[in-house]
């Protein structure tokens, strides 16, 4: 049985029910759209819709490199 609150009639969204917005890209960290366009996503039109989900395979939505960890804990201050 399908969950009502996940079911649309328009295109179907790239959400995978993990919304978490990494805080650097702004981006999803499960469907890689912006907060706004996840705000808008059922205003928009089906082209509007069509074209983000093209882009969303190169999006890179965390930082590939490392912020520091441990070495960068002990050279602080």
């Known amino acids: 049985m399908t969950?009502?609150?996940?079911?649309?009639n328009e295109i179907?969204?790239?959400c995978?029910?993990?919304c978490v917005?990494?805080?650097?890209?702004r981006l999803c960290t499960g469907c890689a759209r912006s907060i706004d366009e996840?705000?808008?996503?059922s205003r928009m039109s089906a082209?509007?819709?069509s074209a983000i989900m093209a882009e969303l395979p190169q999006r890179e939505v965390a930082?590939?490199?490392r912020?520091?960890?441990?070495?960068?804990?002990l050279k602080r201050p």
Do not use: L
């Not at 969950?3 to 649309?8: E, I, N, S």
């Not at 912020?67 to 804990?73: E, L």
């Open 3 to 8: 969950d009502p609150v996940w079911t649309r």
């Open 12 to 14: 179907e969204s790239p």
């Open 16 to 18: 995978v029910r993990i």
């Open 21 to 25: 917005v990494h805080p650097e890209t």
């Open 38 to 41: 996840i705000g808008r996503w």
């Open 47 to 49: 082209e509007e819709r």
């Open 63 to 65: 930082p590939k490199g």
């Open 67 to 73: 912020r520091g960890g441990r070495a960068a804990r």
